[in-house]
């Protein structure tokens, strides 16, 4: 296949190998890359809020474990091997286990994952990790192959592109979307478990956090709750092998360090407490998957009386009110929503699209730009259209259907047909 591509296209991919060589900034060996520095601390930049609200947005029913889990992150990142970096941490509202990392050192950890550790070692085990995939610009390497790839694709004719997006109502959660988010090859996980614990032991942790972090991903993924740790398992695969590299590695390392057990144990004892508010609500979305709707609103309901303060389960119940037409209920939900969180892009475009439900336009307008100051979404400009179509504003509406025409899939077909049909007046 390769003997196919023709030369000048061979001979631009080698030109781009040699000037994409780069020194990985941990390991001193030269790699592929593509992006500068500085486009990698942009994309990071670009990337990292979008990703948050496409996650569930920052987890803020209890704050402190935000400055909690930075401040671990911080002193890891001291001791890297980019200190420099502008290293951000949060703790996301998001019940699937797992963390990862965008260039720059733009890093993120669910509270599904929280709540599997045990101490501060094993979250020090998982944020060095990240650390590393930032530091030694993994990301910028897994992007510049897949480059490579495409540009043969292109050649080939196969290079395709794909938007999607999920229906809005009974989502209980959150849009999909297009934010890069790599995976890693086996190579850059091993150099992220190694570098990762040498940092650990660097901040005065004990390494063997790690091996028990390690040990821990290979029993999940035994056990019955394997099912429930598709994305972890993805992004960080869990192997007998790697529980015993990272044993040899512990031998190099210093030992003696902490664990801060009792610390980590009451930063996340607010997690702990409402652990079944949120299996509560784990169950209220399995539900709604099922087609279960009357179950799910229960089951929900449960969970709010559990944990008032948490706004996912408002707007999980606004979504089944709404699938019900009860959109005065709905709208009192997405608004309870929205007062508890008012930083997640989807609890202003429900109430926004809710709001256009009842006639209220200019709530409707309003709420529907404010979620677009959180994300960009084609759901906020496509009921902004329709907002606009109501009142007679019709070049403003076919702006709006315009945007979210060019996005595709259902939203995209539907703002096309409104397009026509304001094009035929």
């Known amino acids: 296949m390769i003997s196919r591509i023709p030369k000048f296209t061979a001979a631009a991919v080698a030109l781009l190998l040699l000037a994409g060589c780069a020194v990985n900034p941990v390991t001193g060996k ?10 990698e601390l942009a994309l990071g930049e670009q990337q990292y809020p979008i990703n948050q609200q496409q996650q569930g947005g920052q987890y803020n029913v ?15 990142a ?9 290293y951000e941490f949060v703790v996301l509202n998001n019940s699937v286990p797992n963390a990862w990392a965008l260039p720059g050192g733009k890093i993120a950890v669910n509270r599904g994952l929280l709540v599997l550790l045990e101490d501060e070692a094993e979250l020090a085990a998982v944020l060095g990790h990240e650390i590393v995939h930032a530091a030694a610009r993994h990301s910028a390497a897994a992007m510049s192959q897949q480059t490579l790839l495409n540009a043969g694709l292109a050649v080939l004719g196969a290079a395709t ?6 229906d809005l109502i009974a989502l209980g959660g959150q849009l999909g979307g297009s934010a890069y988010i790599a995976r890693y090859s086996r190579s850059n996980e091993s150099e992220a478990d190694q570098y990762g614990m040498k940092y650990m032991a660097a901040a005065g942790y004990d390494p063997q956090g790690a091996v028990r972090l390690q040990r821990k991903f ?3 993924s035994k056990g019955k709750q394997a099912s429930g740790l598709e994305a972890l398992f993805a992004s960080h695969p869990p192997s007998q092998a790697r529980v015993n590299a990272n044993i040899e590695h512990a031998k190099q390392l210093p030992s003696g360090g ?20 949120y299996q509560k609500y784990d169950e209220a ?3 709604v998957n099922n087609k279960q709707y009357s179950q799910a609103l229960s089951l929900v309901r449960q969970a709010q009386q559990k944990q008032p303060k948490e706004a996912a389960f408002y707007a999980l119940e606004g979504d089944l009110l709404a699938r019900n037409k009860q959109y005065r209920e709905a709208h009192s939900a997405y608004d309870a929503a929205v007062q508890k969180n008012p930083a997640l892009f989807s609890h202003w475009l429900k109430r926004g699209i809710i709001s256009a ?5 200019s709530a409707a307008e309003r709420d529907l730009n404010r979620s677009l100051n959180y994300l960009e979404t084609p759901y906020a400009h496509y009921y902004l259209g329709q907002v606009y179509e109501k009142q007679g504003q019709v070049q403003n509406a076919y702006n709006h259907y315009q945007t979210a025409a060019s996005a595709g899939g259902d939203i995209g077909s539907r703002a096309q047909a409104r397009m026509q049909a304001l094009s035929g007046q």
């Open 258 to 277: 902490v664990t801060n057990r009792a610390a980590y144990q009451k930063a996340i004892a607010s997690l702990k407490r409402d652990a079944d508010a």
């Open 30 to 39: 030269k790699e592929l890359s593509l992006l500068s520095t500085s486009q």
């Open 357 to 361: 439900q009842l006639n209220d336009y």
């Open 218 to 220: 290979v029993e999940l």
């Open 161 to 166: 592109q794909e938007s999607a997006y999920g």
């Open 62 to 76: 209890d704050p402190s474990l935000q400055e909690y889990v930075n401040q671990v992150g911080q002193k890891l």
């Open 285 to 287: 979305l399995a539900a």
């Open 78 to 86: 001291k001791v890297s091997d980019q200190p420099q970096l502008p």
